[in-house]
Antibody, heavy 117, light 107 residues
Framework: QVQLQESGPGLVKPSETLSLTCTVS????????WSWIRQPPGKGLEYIGY???????NYNPSLKSRATISVDTSKSQFSLRLSSMTAADTAVYYC???????????WGRGTLVTVSS | DIQMTQSPPTVSASVGDRVTITCRAS??????LAWYQQKPGKAPKFLIY???SLESGVPSRFSGSGSGTEFTLTISNLQPDDFATYYC?????????FGGGTKVEIK
């Protein structure tokens, strides 16, 4: 059974850069793509981007190039950096596995990130 | 981006009822549609892919249908465990986009 676990700070100051890591266990990172999704409190889901095990990336243009996703398969981890954080970026951030059909079949539990001074 | 619109935002139902949720896409997505269930404080759970195919382990009371721009998720014989929020997601093109969610609440 694949398991994903997000880690990172729960509080970020405005204008700073958020760094989150997702650790994957229970299966190899090969053959799949790995994604970040976020959900502002009480709102819906927003796709942030994905990375393949060999480093191919895709990002949501709505983030205006603020997002960077990287992967370290030797550690079974992938990471998100989101720059120039504002209050609008306050959300639960999920990491998830993208299966071959571009659906999100396994998710982490999510981590709440609050942007506040 | 493809816009996904769900209706209704909330549906009140009782155990044993049949519930239908609609998801509309702003352009044709053929059958590249998934459904997820989310309970408060939890991550979404993958239910259905390619509009009508159940993910392994999902009870058969869940069913999906539709193609093009209009899709439905039906829950037959609603169970206590089914009270949750449901989201559709298109994967016809990137960026992946989700509907706004439909909350199934107890009547």
């Amino acid at each position: 059974q694949v398991q994903l676990q997000e880690s990172g700070p729960g509080l970020v100051k405005p204008s700073e850069t958020l760094s989150l890591t997702c650790t994957v266990s229970g299966d190899s990172m090969n053959s799949f793509y790995w994604s970040w999704i976020r959900q502002p409190p009480g709102k819906g889901l927003e796709y942030i981007g994905y990375i393949s095990h060999f480093g191919l990336t895709n990002y949501n243009p709505s983030l205006k190039s603020r997002a960077t996703i990287s992967v370290d398969t030797s550690k079974s981890q992938f990471s998100l950096r989101l720059s120039s954080m504002t209050a609008a970026d306050t959300a639960v951030y999920y990491c998830a596995r993208l299966d071959g059909g571009n659906t999100l079949d396994y998710w982490g539990r999510g981590t709440l990130v609050t942007v506040s001074s | 981006d493809i816009q996904m619109t769900q209706s209704p935002p909330t549906v009140s139902a009782s155990v044993g009822d049949r519930v239908t949720i609609t998801c509309r896409a702003s352009q044709s997505i053929i059958t590249w549609l998934a459904w997820y269930q989310q309970k408060p404080g939890k991550a979404p759970k993958f239910l259905i892919y390619k509009a009508s195919s159940l993910e392994s382990g999902v009870p058969s009371r869940f069913s999906g249908s539709g193609s093009g721009t209009e899709f439905t998720l039906t829950i037959s014989n609603l169970q206590p465990d089914d009270f949750a929020t449901y989201y559709c997601q298109q994967y016809n093109s990137y960026p992946l986009t989700f509907g706004g969610g439909t909350k199934v609440e107890i009547k």
